[in-house]
């Protein structure tokens, strides 16, 4: 845990602005419009779960909306269509809140199932996430605006989980369908003030990994998933 | 109303015409036109090549001669140059050579009443149809200190919209410079070249057979192309075009014509 | 290369890259493609020109206190336990990654995409290094890189010089069998780099902006190949710009926003990531974070004109209108940083000797400004540089400083506009032809035409004829007296 050469080169910015440093305190940054918060407010929830829904398959994203009762099977499904296991799932208690225990039993007894577990070493996880067919990840929030569901780095569930494996599929509830980035950041900056989210890295993911490098045409899936869907849990 | 033609130098040592053209449409709708005398050119030529020392007398003496005459506006027939004009102002916030601020004043009563031709027939004469008729197939060319500096996208194509028997084609590319840039088409001639170049290609793809724009710089760069190339093609001011053919019964102002659709193109 | 990317001079670059017909059709189909995306992405979003307001506002208010956010930043990346280095010249830049990758006993460098690495010709460094690989992981730049370093000609589309084929025979050369087809090339390289990725142990990054207020730092990319580099590694090195900061999420956000609108037509790239120094208790992440802060020049800029080119966020959106890029490329710019944005910061960062002509190959057509998202003036700065070049260093650009000069002093005095007005038609008969007219009613009052003129002005009509001036009876002013006599403005 090193700063090196920071005086010597801050004095020099400091000189060639022409004014001394440790000036913010007095000058902090106003937002000059409150576009961001603006945008897109007066939408209804019912009208943003629409708009996320649009967006998102716009992507293209699969896009399914169940409640709480169709979700098993849904993954079930989901698993089979996608070709089976691998899984790489997380280690956290939202199984248990959206009572998917029954269904976390039943599927590992058909599927190669892996955890993304805290205990285990880098190597142990990294390799379950790149063995992996299918990821499913549990997202904080997702953003109508853009199609975007944000995950946030946590011991059970940690960041390659979201980029290695071939298939990836995030659940959020409904209740957590917001606007756009602008919500999702105001939460994110309200919790890790409040010491309550300790996350060293908020992954913000807008559909499949794609490219437009060669001659601007745009492909899917070039270094992470090949496919992405998102699922919506009435709450 | 009083009207003053801010001339430019382009004008005055090439393009007799556009001026003669513009005075004609002017007096024919009302204005009474004067030409004040000592003015030469906004200083576009040396400010922009870096020449900034160099640039202060040349816009001093415009702001002088156009301040000789009293005028109610000042109309130009060069997008470019009323955008400089217009800009006068904030060019001269760093002028070492004007301690009263006394050019700095009258800088902006004249960016204050200065407008392109077009535009000035629009917006200030309220004029939709001059009552011109020209029978032609035309693209026009969108000047882009016009269109960016002094962010005039649409009276042009308003005013051609109403010109019997002229058939507008819309220009592919529209948005990108023909290469003219002043001192840049001869030092960057290189570069110019490509620019003009492929420019003249979109215009042949368009299929007419007349060129319109708003700036004289333009237009004899992309005439001057097609003119070495050897290609037929008629380039004209719009000025020329307004007045072509005129039946002063059509005339017609703003109010009396269908309200006209936004900038056709961003 | 560096900064520069070509040993050229500027006139054989510019030869050459109007001579590349494939790169030339390649360019302006990708701008055109950009054009539409941007412009809808944008009015989708409403407001634009607030939103570049708000997005200026932020910018500048980092640069203003930039000392003040570069130090609170530095010290949340260490209060997680990161490093952090400032380093003022390139040499002290890559004299730390070099040691950092010595200490972290790496042999499998992985990199996502840093226009500032580019700066430092780290590539070549790292390569000369015994017992270490180095990848490229975006795809553009893994295209360069296996065509023996190729430079890049955009500042977000590295590659877009070079069409299917030739990337088909690059990869080729590695092995892959399958057609030209983007779509397969891009699955080979897909499996042949996540193999490369999955022994690495330092992950370079660049970064698109650092949250001060917090110490971590934010990514804006749609392969995710920087997200495989901050996850797998042990130890990630993000370098970056001294100018890429932001004060909260709560900007990054805002800019993030403006960045995909710009850059890509998209509402957001694929993937934003906000990261750093790994949390006590995840398992994957960098255990070891270093942040490399380069200066290389860009506080020259501050304090004077030149300021506000810092704001820049390297959008690429004034390539992407520029008519002079779409004619001559990234490479005609021989900078790494090409167009508009390249042609005012080029000369700041390696000095007006080797990058002095940019500022000059524009025709100030002001497209550039029109888009750029945080209001940066650009040509107004590509004519302040030119006022440098030639009122204060006094170097000399094409035209002689006496032919400017000249032109300064008869546009400023009347009586001498009046005698080249009335003597402009003589002495131009050696140059004059009889060459028909086939650009009607403009140039017909006449019917004369200079194909090949003296001095300046051989410049214009090496590429197009110019009208010989009407004699001094048939001029504007002439005619308006005689109009006037007549009583023309007698309404
Ligand atoms: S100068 Fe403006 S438009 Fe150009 S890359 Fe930078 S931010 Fe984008």
Redesign the pocket.
Known sequence: MTIQNRDKFLDHLAERLGQPRHQLATHPYQQLNDLPQQTLSDKTPAELLALARKNSEALPVTFYEVAPVELPQLLTDYVTDKGGGPLLLPTTSHFADYQLTDWQKSIAADQTVNYWLPDADRATNLKAAEIANIGISFADFLLAESGTVTVSTNPGQGRALHFLPIHYLSIVPRSRIVARSTQAVAWYEKEQAAGCLDSSAIHFITGPSNSGDIEMQLVTGVHGPLDVTYVVVDD | MKVSIFTTCMMDLMFPHVGKNMVEVLERLGCTVDVPDDQICCGQPTFNSGYVEASWPVMHNQIDALSAIDCDYIVCPAGSCTAILKEYPELLVDDPNDPTGDYMARAKILSAKTYEFSQFIWRVLGIADCGAELDTVATYHRSCHMTRLLGERETPFWLLENVKGLEMRQLDGIQYCCGFGGTFSVKEHEISELMVTSKVENIEKTGAETLISCDPGCLMNIGGRFNRLGKPMKIMHIAEVLNHNVDESRIKKISEVATPAPAPFP | MGLSTSTLPFKERIAAAAKDKFAHASIAKAQDTQYTKRENARAELGNWQDWRKLGQSIRQHVIQYLPDYLEEFSDNVEKRGGNVFFAQTTDEANDFILNVIKQQQGHHVVKSKSMVTAELDLDKKLQALPDVSILETDLAEFILQEDDWDEPSH?VFPAIHKDRNQVHTIFKKLGYEGDNDPEHMARFARKYMRERFLEADVGITGCNFAIADSGIINLDTNEGNADLADSIPKAQIVVMGMERLVPSMKEAEIMDNMLAR?AVGQKLTTYVTFEGQQTPGETDGPENFYVVVLDNNRSKALGTEFQE?L?????????NVCPVYRQIGGHGYGSLYP???GAVLSPILGGYEQFGELPFASSLCAA?TE????L?P?HNLLIKHREVETDRLNMMHGFTDFQMKVVGKGTSSPFMFKMALRFKHFGLSPWTHQKPVTATNFFEYNNSMITKGPGMVGGWTDVRDLPVPPKHRDDFRVWFKHHKKQGGDAK
């Open positions: 500042i710009s080119i704001q820049c966020i390297r959008c690429g959106a004034c390539l167009g508009p944005v550039c888009t750029c998202p945080v940066i650009l």
